[in-house]
C-alpha cells in the first residue's frame, strides 16, 4: 500500500519561498513518476509540475513554470518542489502523486493512482 506524506505548507507573503517534500513508502518510489497537483474549494485539482522516474525529465504548469521547480531523491523516497516568488493565487492545497504505472510520466490527473492527504499553502498580499 503506498502512502504519500507532504510537508512544508504554511503561511506566506506575496513574494516569499517554499519547498514542499512529499515522503513516499509502499512502492518502488525510484521507477515511478511523479506530480504534484494543488486545489483551490470549489474548483478541481491541477496539475502543477511533474518529474519522470529518472528525475531528468520534467513538466510544469504554465501558471508556474520559472518560478516553481520539481525534483526528487530516489535514495530518501522523497520529492520536492520550490516555490519562489509566490503569489496570492499559488494559494490553494498541494497534494504529491504517484503514477499507476511504473516509468511513466505524465501532467494528466487520471494517471495517478495514489495521493498524499494534502499540505496548505497560504500567500498573503
Known amino acids: 500500500q503506498v502512502q504519500l506524506v507532504e510537508s512544508g505548507g504554511g503561511l506566506v507573503q506575496a513574494g516569499d519561498s517554499l519547498r514542499l517534500s512529499c515522503s513516499a513508502s509502499?512502492?518502488?518510489?525510484?521507477?515511478?513518476?511523479m506530480g504534484w497537483f494543488r486545489q483551490v474549494p470549489g474548483k478541481e485539482r491541477e496539475f502543477v509540475a511533474a518529474?519522470?522516474?529518472?528525475?531528468?525529465?520534467?513538466s510544469y504548469a504554465r501558471s508556474v513554470k520559472g518560478r516553481f521547480t520539481i525534483s526528487r531523491d530516489n535514495a530518501k523516497n522523497t520529492l520536492y518542489l520550490q516555490m519562489n516568488s509566490l503569489k496570492t493565487e499559488d494559494t490553494a492545497v498541494y497534494y504529491c502523486?504517484?503514477?499507476?504505472?511504473?516509468?511513466?510520466?505524465?501532467?494528466?490527473?487520471?494517471?495517478?493512482?495514489?495521493w498524499g492527504l494534502g499540505t496548505h499553502v497560504t500567500v498573503n498580499s
Open positions: 502523486a504517484v503514477t499507476r504505472n511504473s516509468f511513466d510520466f505524465s501532467a494528466r490527473r487520471d494517471d495517478y493512482d495514489a
Open positions: 509502499g512502492r518502488a518510489f525510484s521507477l515511478y513518476g
Open positions: 518529474i519522470a522516474w529518472t528525475g531528468d525529465t520534467v
